[in-house]
């Protein structure tokens, strides 16, 4: 049975015989053995399954999908992670295109199948669909060479709960306006998420370290960055981290996308009876 899911997944996978047996150190003989009803020893089982991009209960057919969720799951996990994340962004918003009643939903989006990141900026413009619902709602770029969507349904008792604390979404929004928070906000991010001391901070940005360090400050108030005390030689210094960097970039891309004036609405659907707030 073992040798059954292994050919099952290497032709899935499209890599011959002879390939698979590089990957797990093996010959390709012994793929064809294992595939005509022999059986790998065991030491060998998480290296095939890493090189089938399974899990080792996948070479037992332990997966018997129980639900749409389970199939996505399965078969995205099988591409990896950069077509895995391409794909999931077009299954999210062709699902979400079928929560608008569009039947063009079944073959893709409108009349030519097209997705978020199948098509290319023109003129300087730039491709954006939305929807807004009382269930939820629904955002997207369309360029292919920078392409995102969001999707969120609607909370039980609407957004302005959530939102409620309005001296805490203006305290985020005054340090973002800060003259030089942005500059070192993106130095910050050039950095592999290693601590970087207060004096490299400011010699990169070109700021004093007294104002540097004032800034960085707001930054950790906020947290999107975190302070941690060092001690060298010559003493205790400050050192900090970048925080929250999922958190960053989707606002960057928000903040960029309100004042895009080379705007293409691919497409727009609004049927909403309550207000946001």
């Known amino acids: 049975m073992i040798g059954e899911q292994i050919k099952k997944y290497r032709l899935k996978k499209g890599i011959t015989q002879e390939e698979l047996g590089g990957m797990i150190g093996v010959t390709t003989q012994a793929v064809s053995k294992w595939e005509r009803g022999g059986s790998p020893d065991a030491e060998l089982l998480p290296n095939i399954a890493s090189a089938l991009g399974i899990t080792i209960n996948m070479l037992y057919d332990q997966t018997q999908v129980s639900s749409l969720e389970d199939a996505l799951i399965e078969e995205i996990v099988q591409r990896g992670r950069k077509e895995g994340f391409a794909d999931l962004l077009s299954f999210v918003w062709k699902a979400a295109l079928g929560l608008s009643g569009l039947d063009s939903a079944k073959k893709g989006f409108v009349d030519d199948g097209r997705a978020p990141g199948e098509l290319r900026e023109k003129n300087g413009y730039h491709y954006y669909a939305r929807a807004s619902f009382d269930e939820g709602m629904i955002n997207a770029k369309m360029d ?38 942005l500059d070192i906000l993106f130095y910050m991010y050039t950095r592999i998420n290693l601590p970087v001391s207060l004096s490299q901070i400011a010699a990169s940005v070109r700021l004093d370290v007294g104002r540097t ?65």
């Open 213 to 277: 360090e004032e800034l960085m400050e707001k930054l950790c108030s906020i947290k999107l960055a975190c302070c941690t005390p060092i001690e060298t030689e010559d003493g205790k210094i400050k050192t900090y981290t970048y925080y929250n960097e999922t958190v960053v970039i989707p606002m960057l891309c928000s903040a960029k996308e309100v004042r895009d004036s080379k705007v293409i609405h691919w497409g727009v659907w609004f049927d909403r009876n309550f207000p946001l707030f």
């Open 144 to 181: 292919s060479d920078f392409s995102y969507c969001f999707f969120m349904p609607e909370p039980e008792n609407g957004y302005a709960e959530y939102f409620a604390d309005k001296k805490q979404l203006s305290q985020t929004f005054s340090v973002l306006a800060e003259n030089d928070v």
